[in-house]
């Protein structure tokens, strides 16, 4: 060892330990809880410092077992995030939750990646490349219900799902929104957002909703509000 070496080793004191077998048994725990719900686990920002891969790895060898019929797939921040696990051979369904370039069209054909959409402009410029390329592009449609952070005004439900409708280029496969104050369970908030979200999925034809996923609840909302559950949970720090 060289000199000056060891004082300096010698102040490392921390380091963090991740137990993949407690993420899976948090996993199968929330399966139950949040049932028929399904998880979608979100491994944003490397699954909130525990390892994304190593985490959608674990996660991913569960879909093979009991319970892992619960597991939708995977939710990142953004395109490289989802490169990552693809690169590292995760299989499973990866949804980019932020905005992204228009230019970022070519990589979610390439990675089979899946966006959410939150503006009208990112839907067009989505459109616009599918019919050019003869692809047609997987979705989630965002709607603002009241976080007014990311999403489309849930009042433009109407007119979407009608544009969805004469695009065979689009493939609308999911409706989101996200709660402002799920932490806080008894918030007026709660129910008018839910009620804005309910106002917009009304605007889906019968067979439409049955083949469209739903999903509203982050960990808190899945954890203490079941009425915002709906097709899937989008479940991060919990797990």
Do not use: C
């Amino acid at each position: 060892m060289a000199e000056g070496e060891s004082g300096a080793h010698s102040l490392r004191r921390a380091w963090v330990e991740v137990d993949l077998a407690a993420i899976r048994r948090n996993y199968h725990r929330l399966a139950g809880r949040v049932a028929p719900a399904k998880i979608l686990a979100v491994v944003k920002a490397d699954a909130y410092g525990h390892g994304a891969v190593a985490v959608a790895r674990a996660l991913e060898a569960e879909a093979g077992g009991e319970g892992g019929e619960r597991l939708a797939g995977f939710a990142v921040a953004t395109a490289e995030e989802a490169i990552e696990l693809r690169n590292a051979g995760v299989e499973a369904q990866i949804l980019v939750l932020s905005p992204l370039p228009d230019e970022a069209a070519p990589v979610l054909m390439q990675h089979r990646l899946v966006p959410v959409i939150s503006s009208i402009e990112s839907l067009q410029a989505l459109k616009a490349f599918s019919k050019g390329n003869g692809w047609t592009a997987p979705l989630h449609l965002k709607f603002d219900t009241g976080m007014t952070r990311l999403g489309i005004d849930a009042r433009e439900a109407s007119s979407l799902f009608e544009l969805f409708r004469s695009s065979p280029e689009l493939r609308l496969e999911g409706v989101m929104s996200h709660l402002a104050e799920a932490e806080t369970p008894e918030s007026d908030s709660n129910p008018q957002q839910q009620g804005r979200f309910l106002e917009a999925l009304s605007f889906l034809t019968e067979a439409e909703r049955r083949t469209t996923i739903v999903h509203l609840a982050n960990s808190a909302g899945a954890l203490h509000l079941p009425s915002a559950r709906f097709d899937w949970v989008r479940l991060g720090i919990a797990l």
